[in-house]
């Protein structure tokens, strides 16, 4: 029978949700010895994000189970109705016990909430994303601020930015009408194998970078692939994000 006594500060608890949010409203949490797993894919599945947090990002983490990973399909909003009054200094406790295994209780200032569990079935699920060893044409880092505030700069109107790579560049370019909005960033540690010109879509990128602070991110990617940006959310929190390219209609 599975168990689980978890205590973690406010702030990068509503970081996870703030992530997650934006892509669906519901995530499967996968609970082990060595912390918790969350893998989200939006509704068109076209993006997914990932979010490690470590055993050590917890103050207090107590896991039992003859099963590992322990999943539990959860319902964001129902966690957030306990973590939208709280401070990031603020503890939060997450509570699991197998002899009940259709609920989790969240607590936090005296304020405890039982959350219903939701069938695994009836969530889109994703078994891994794509890893550094599946055929991304070129690596480096950028600046998460950068990347976020290019996205964030671009007009609702526009659908989609183009990203190209050469051996000695990165630059992303949108076009609202004939007037280009561009970011030409100097990234870190800069491998290309193959030059690549690839769109995504800008409401995607937004989505999967909503909750990222000031960091440097790891992007992969090449020509017609995904692009993978992972970054470092705080010590023991990591993100990482797969978002599909926008394929131009023949």
Not at 98 to 114: H, Y
């Amino acid at each position: 029978m599975a168990t689980l006594n978890a205590t973690i500060f406010a702030g990068p608890f509503k970081d996870i949700i703030k992530g997650l949010e934006t892509l669906n409203e519901q995530a499967v949490f996968e609970l082990d010895n060595s912390g918790l797993v969350i893998k989200c894919l939006d509704n068109d599945y076209t993006s997914v994000l990932r979010i490690q947090a470590d055993k050590e990002l917890f103050e207090e983490y107590t896991f039992t189970s003859s099963q590992s990973p322990l999943k539990l399909g959860i319902v964001l909003e129902r966690l957030k109705d306990i973590t939208k009054t709280l401070t990031v200094k603020d503890l939060v406790s997450l509570e699991y016990d197998g002899a009940t295994p259709q609920n989790l209780t969240i607590s936090a200032n005296g304020i405890r909430r039982t959350v219903r569990l939701v069938k695994l079935d009836l969530i889109k699920q994703v078994k891994q994303l794509p890893t550094p060893e599946d055929g991304f044409k070129f690596s480096g880092n950028v600046a998460t601020k950068g990347l976020k505030d290019f996205v964030r700069t671009i007009p609702a109107t526009v659908q989609d930015f183009k990203l190209i790579v050469g051996k000695n560049k990165l630059y992303l370019q949108a076009m609202h009408g004939e007037e280009p909005i561009e970011w030409n960033p100097t990234p870190k540690d800069w491998v290309v194998e193959e030059d690549a010109v690839t769109s995504y879509t800008v409401a995607k990128i937004k989505e999967v970078l909503h909750a990222a602070k000031k960091s440097e991110a790891t992007i992969m990617g090449g020509q017609d692939l995904p692009i993978r940006i992972e970054w470092v959310q705080t010590e023991g929190l990591t993100f990482t994000a797969v978002v599909a390219p926008r394929m131009s209609k023949s």
